[in-house]
């Protein structure tokens, strides 16, 4: 039977950069994105756009779910608006300019009117039409979805490798299971065979005749060494991983679930072993474990 590819599964890290334009205005935007436990968005805009704050971190919300975003965007704008002189504030320039020279003592000599109206304020911009409005939103918006589909194709990238890795983890951790599955009943049968010759030999030294309960101890024992119910756990907790991996998009919050349940049932499983075998396949397990865990991180 062929086995099930990855399913699409996405990193945390990526990158992306677009740029749209019209006859008005031109933006360009670049994004970023680093591991998160969350959705974190810090988008730097233009001071006078504020505006487009809510509409551009919708459409991030909208596709990504998990990951620190970084984002900058760059905007120009190709139709000029016309501007008004402030007369008040040209006057008030011209007072202040010749106040100035009278207190540093200085012979009076007033400023040309291109200095007066190259001063800040001696002109006051026109309330921007609806139109230019709008394109500067569609061109932010279009160069937002242009990063973004590049950011989006960057973590799709890094999460094929990802996936491929965590699969290959999967099977290793599958490996070692099996092996420590295999092992449980010899340990079981040599433990039992190693209490029933340390206490026949105790009792032969102590020149003992009544019957020592040896069953009675044995059953003790395997009950103590049983992890049948560690094994099975673990066989479902694998299944569900590699059937995660399979189904793919955002699954690495239940996969960290998982993965402490994993890690769980492995120290239950240490715990009950006293057998040297047993006990480095275990050690193996939790290796392993924790590589998943540290691979995970970085998983959408």
Partial sequence: MKKASLGTLHSMTGYGR???????????????????????LKLRLPPDRGDLESVLEARLRKNISRGSVQGWMRLRLLSQGTHSIDVKAVRNHLKEWRKLAKDLGMKSADPTLAELLAMPGSYVPEEENATVTRAVQNASVGALDAALEALLESRQAEGARLGKELMRLWKQLKVALNKAR??????????????????????????????????????????????????????????????????????????????????????TLGNKSSDATLSQHVVTMKLVAGQLKEQVMNLE
């Fill in 182 to 267: 295999s092992r449980v009943p010899k340990a079981i049968a040599e433990m039992q065979a190693n209490l029933q010759t340390r206490v026949q030999a105790a009792l032969r030294a102590a020149d003992q005749d009544e019957d020592y309960d040896l069953g009675r101890e044995l059953i003790v024992l395997a009950d103590r060494a049983d992890v049948q119910e560690e094994l099975a756990r673990l066989d479902i907790h694998l299944e569900r991983f590699e059937a995660l991996l399979i189904k793919g998009g955002a699954v690495a919050r239940e996969i960290e679930f998982l993965l402490q349940e994993i890690h769980r049932e492995i120290t």
């Fill in 18 to 40: 677009g740029s749209a334009g019209n006859a008005h205005a031109s933006a360009e935007v670049e994004l970023r994105t680093v591991n998160g436990k969350g959705l974190n």
